[in-house]
């Protein structure tokens, strides 16, 4: 597999896995909080909170990885903004749709199922603050600088590309 050209490919791919990681390591903590508060129903409360939290903030970083795919393509930009939006409106339908669904479920702990919810945003931001933090990505990233001078190099009558020859300098 080749490296991906997009600066932002490492990053997303660290995020992605570190998240993953805090995730299980929150799910643990948030269903045993969950079920010394509500017993079975705050421990699956929790564990589902914390799974909608990864997965809606795995969407957004997924989406934006398939959409680097396409670097270098004529319309890679229109594809790459397509494909993010496309991947917000997922995740607006699929979060109503859940929210609707999951409010009227008996089983459903209000308060942990929230409380988990935010927590899983929290940690997620920290985990991409850390990553971002410990990543080197350039200020100018993305490009590549030409490694020969074109006015060093002279054709065979001696002139150099401005037609200069070394006698007129």
Do not use: C
Request: proline share 5%.
């Amino acid at each position: 597999m080749n490296p991906s050209p997009v600066s932002s490919t490492p990053i997303l791919r660290r995020t992605l896995t570190w998240s993953a990681g805090a995730a299980l390591v929150l799910a643990l903590v948030a269903g045993g909080i969950g079920y010394a508060v509500d017993a079975t129903d705050g421990l699956w409360s929790g564990l589902i909170g914390v799974l909608l939290a990864f997965l809606f903030l795995g969407i957004t970083a997924g989406s934006i990885l398939f959409a680097n795919r396409w670097f270098g393509d004529p319309i890679y930009v229109q594809l790459f903004f397509a494909i993010v939006l496309g991947g917000w409106l997922v995740k607006l339908g699929l979060f109503l749709v859940l929210m609707i669904v999951l409010s009227g479920q008996p089983w459903i702990s209000p308060v942990v199922f929230f409380l988990s919810i935010v927590a899983g945003v929290l940690l997620s931001l920290v985990v991409d603050a850390i990553v971002l933090v410990r990543m080197r990505l350039p200020h100018v990233s993305d490009i590549d600088l030409p490694t020969v001078n074109p006015e060093d190099e002279a054709d065979a009558d001696g002139r150099d590309t401005r037609g200069a020859t070394e006698d007129d300098r």
